[in-house]
């Protein structure tokens, strides 16, 4: 473009803004967009001008936002101009906590009602008896709340119907898993191993292994370890999948893996989105500090589009196993209220770690009485304008009650809530989580707020998630409005990992990421809102993805 073509852009654009018109555009030199879409619902996430009609991109950024004749009077004769037919144009959305891994190390025995409540403990057992007939392999099963509360000793009624073969029983949800002796034997696990940081393993009255590995130790990466290649085919499929949801940003809470091993999947892979990797605190790390040594080992493992923040930490469990850490005891074990998974001192210095090193700190605090925890130790060590500057995350907001919304607040503590929690069924008439769940009371009380589904092996629809926000039917007065929502997914997403001044909003100088919708997220009935897809997605004003019957038309 000459010189004088950018004069007269400019001299048109100054036009546009003398009139006062509702048209946001860069500073600077003016070149006519590369693209620019129109006839559009623009939701901008922008509080300078939240609803616009077109949008124009250059350069990978967004140029300018407003009304169709102000954005279609900067194009050029190369510009593209995509007619958007009134449908609703949003940031990217980030899912900001998906987990994706490898499934269990061979295929799963078939299982009733899962994963709530999952299987009894007798059609667990008559399953396995059954597969043990005639194999001699891993015998692998999901299984729900009902094994996992059951504490018998799973060693041994294991033992008694498969003495033979290996055994693994794992929670789709993380936190615990189950093995037998033959299991223990072929991962040459001895009665003297000691517990790993973060986590252990669960003995009998005589101190005896009773088969549990709880936590940090999760015994998949020792049976079958992640390789890059695994990886790489499902970041790929991952990837194409929310680039069919719209999504641009994900973070990805890299548990059981290694963050090389995750950064050499991804660069096999070829990002399409942009990629958050939370390094995982416990993954082969004996002393805390190791956790940031991992961090520092990738510094120069750069793959395009990937970031490395973390390291995340699990602080406690969940209310499934019960291992949350909570106020009061279980509601159906008395004694019992969760337990921390990390002592007073480790818990000390990895804040005091966080506070010296320039990564993210994430931390999975689930239990009101570890949330109570971990927010007295960080005031406890730092002023709370220090710590607002490190924008702690905290994954799972779900032992955040109201008495503590202030302090959360003035911590500048960023809370991630999964919306898929919200539709955990009660068991035996019993509420999964034995506390209110909070949304709106998060956006109520200036708390950041980013949503993600806590998808485990793979990816998870983000408007099941948005759908569950704004219905939240356990207590419909936590609900969020639809803007709510749709902004915790955006603005909101791009603020949890420190990028908001980059992305997440449609406004001048930010990245053109960016989804247009197949319908209005923001008007359709709510029981719709799942079906949501893209017809346009992209990043960096890049498309990745395009629904071919879409971009097909006249
Ligand atoms: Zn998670």
Redesign the pocket.
Known sequence: MNRSHVLSLKSRLIAGVGVASALLLTSGAIAAPQLVLVNAKVFTADPALPYAQAVAIEDGRILAVGRNEQVRALTGPNTRIIDAGGRLVTPGLTEA???LGDALPTPPLAMPALAFPGPTAEETLAAVEQAAKTRTDWISAYIGPLIARDRRNWRKALDAVAPNAPVLLRAP??HNSFTNSEGLRRLGIAEDIADPLGGWWGRDESGQLDGRAYEAETIMPRIRPATEERLATLFGEAQQRYARWGVTSIHL?N?DKSLEVTLAGLAIAKPLQRWTVYSWGTYETHKVPEAWAAIDRVAKQTVPKVRVEGPKWMMDGTPIEQNSLQRVDYVDRPGWRGRSNFTNEQLREILQLALTRSTQLAL?VVGDAETDRVLKMMEQLAPAATWRAKRVRI??GDGIGRDVFERVAQLGVVVTQ?PTHLAIPPIAGKKMLDHEVVLKGFVSAGIPLAL?S?G?IKEQNPFLNLMLAVLVPSDPSEALTREQALTAYTSGGAYAEGQEKRRGRLAPGFAADLAVLSQDVLTVPSQQLSATSSVLTMVDGEVIFEDALWTSRP
């Open positions: 906590h998906v987990h949800w993380g809470m548990n999975h994954e799972h999964n993600g806590d485990g």
